[in-house]
């Protein structure tokens, strides 16, 4: 049994295989887009990994055998200088769970590649910090190193006097370091090989997570799918004041407005985006200080929308001034979103009306109307954020993602948070609404809250939240645990009390649809806008 394939535009295996993330990036190669060479680890290894509780017979010398293509065809060497190959390996399960499950970024760099970096490139910090970023991606994925105290060492790294950087992430490596041979009793592999083993168990390991189970029971995802496994080629979006990390959407996610949307992190990686842990800069600070990588960005996602007919959501990196592509899937908006991209799709000749009509669901209606928060004078405006999933949410503030889960069975809750992780999941699940100081409108939070249908505010920086004594502090203003507020998705106003809530009339887009789904019925079968559309559906569900 073949368990690895390469990630090449010739394979020919669906995502229950290869999993969605590398069934999209094998069609960004078929595309002829940039995409990190690599290869894939199937979900069938996963599967007899989970079966069996060890990696499947002849599963080793597969990877063995892709590892040395790789280096090949990278002309690099794993482990070691000169010439160091460094990789990630990242899930992918058949179906998207965005952050549920394991990634590990920069793998191979023992302390020898790192020197071998810092010679190749001639920037020991950049090399230094790379493999700081390693140790802790492993620290916490692999060895289970509580995230806390791996988030301290780094804040150190950027927070104190940076006249002698190098020997501070020093500081900050053997810290790490330490961590983990006290968690697990023993030192950090020195052996890339022996890195990539441990790091691919602990990617088939998180597919039973607390967290991967309850976003799986959320949105009715088999349990016995497994996970696939990609190990790619580093891109560094660390490396020098040109590279950078971000994440678009083709189409605005909260009103579907043809424009590209998103955010971007320059000098950093793809990890410090999506968790929400830093701040990010709006993506058309790209087209301004990027030119070249900007249009190449937004011929992408032209090409892109054109092979799937669909708003899309990618996440690229660009090293020195050159980009890549690391995810693409559709877009899956909902809402006003949902219904705004089915009618220009089929305007424009994409889709036909009958196809945009299955594509929005009764359930996208109820959201169309979108409700705002009527904020006057008189209203107790606590802060304001960033909208980043539409609708109003109003209950009890929860610091934390046990109390809300605990808080959610004497009424709703709004999930207050620095950033929310997947360690949240079941926070998310429980609350109404979620609220983050941090953040940006493609962070975890607001990817999670838009997939559930509920309200976000996300980057509401004059926010801190003091999670040990449950409160949340906003200048002079201190609100506790328990408080009613309410939060805005689409305007980012975060108030406290319960304001007077008003909805938005439906734009055209909704009757232009609803028309639509008459002439399939025959004429209006219903008052209500969920009923008509459900009729269109039922008589296509039966041509």
């Known amino acids: 049994m073949n368990w690895i394939h390469p990630l090449a535009a010739e394979v020919d295996e669906p995502a229950d295989v290869l999993g969605g993330k590398a069934h999209g990036l094998v069609v960004l190669r078929r595309l002829r887009l940039p995409v990190p060479p690599g290869f894939i680890i199937t979900t069938k290894a996963c599967r007899a990994f989970l079966r069996d509780g060890r990696p499947p017979r002849g599963l080793a010398a597969e990877l063995t055998a892709a590892t040395a293509e790789l280096e090949t065809a990278t002309h690099r060497n794993f482990g070691g200088p000169p010439r160091p190959l460094v990789v990630s390996v990242r899930s992918g399960g058949a179906v998207s769970m965005p952050g549920m499950m394991s990634t590990v970024l920069n793998l191979g760099l023992t302390a020898e590649a790192t020197v071998g970096l810092a010679d190749e490139t001639g920037d020991a910090r950049f090399a230094l910090d790379s493999r700081l970023k390693f140790l802790s991606s492993f620290a916490s994925e692999v060895a289970g190193v509580d995230r806390g105290s791996l988030e301290d060492i780094e804040r150190g790294t950027r927070e104190r006097n940076l006249v002698d950087a190098e020997a501070l992430l020093t500081e900050g490596i053997r810290a790490v370091e330490a961590l983990i041979r006290k968690h697990t009793g023993e030192p950090v592999p020195e052996s890339a090989p022996r890195q990539l083993e441990r790091a691919i168990e602990a990617v088939f390991s998180s597919w039973n997570t607390p967290r991967a189970k309850t976003y799986r029971d959320l949105h009715g995802i088999p349990g016995d799918l497994g996970t696939a496994v990609t190990v790619q080629t580093m891109v560094f979006g660390n490396r020098d004041e040109r590279s950078g990390t971000g994440v678009v959407f083709s189409r605005s996610p909260n009103t579907g407005e043809p424009v590209p949307y998103g955010e971007v ?66 877009g899956r908006l909902v809402g006003r979103a949902a219904v705004r991209v089915a009618v220009d799709l089929a305007d424009d000749g994409v889709i036909g009306r009958r196809e945009a009509l299955l594509r929005v669901s009764p359930h996208h209606l109820s959201q169309v109307r979108t409700p705002r928060l009527e904020v006057a004078d008189s209203v107790d405006l606590l802060t304001r954020g960033l909208g980043a999933s539409p609708g109003v949410a109003i209950g009890a503030m929860a610091t934390t993602a046990d109390t809300a889960a605990r808080m959610a069975s004497r009424g709703p809750v709004v999930l207050v948070r620095p950033e929310t992780s997947p360690c949240d999941m079941h926070g998310l699940a429980a609350a109404a609404g979620v609220l983050t100081t941090r953040g940006g409108p493609t962070s975890h939070a607001a990817v999670v809250a838009r997939a559930m249908g509920k309200p976000a505010v996300v980057g509401a920086v004059e926010l801190t939240v003091d999670v040990i004594a449950g409160r949340v502090r906003a200048g002079r203003r201190t609100i506790h645990e328990g408080t009613l507020i309410a939060i805005d998705g689409t305007g980012g106003e975060v108030v406290v009390g319960a304001p007077r809530i008003a909805s938005t009339s439906a734009d055209h887009h909704l009757g232009r649809l609803l028309r639509w789904a ?9 008052h209500s806008e969920e009923a008509r559309l459900t009729a269109a559906h039922r008589v296509l569900g039966s041509a």
């Not at 008459?518 to 219903?526: E, H, I, R, Y």
């Open 265 to 330: 992190l320059f000098g950093s990686q793809g990890d410090e985006v999506v968790s929400g842990r830093s701040l990010t800069r709006p993506l058309t600070e790209l087209a301004d200080r990027e030119p070249t990588v900007w249009a190449s960005l937004l011929d992408a996602l032209n090409r892109i929308e054109e092979h799937y007919r669909d708003a899309c959501y990618v996440e690229f990196t660009f090293e020195a001034g050159e980009l890549w592509i690391l995810q693409v899937r559709p």
């Open 518 to 526: 008459d002439d399939v019925a025959d004429g209006p079968t219903g």
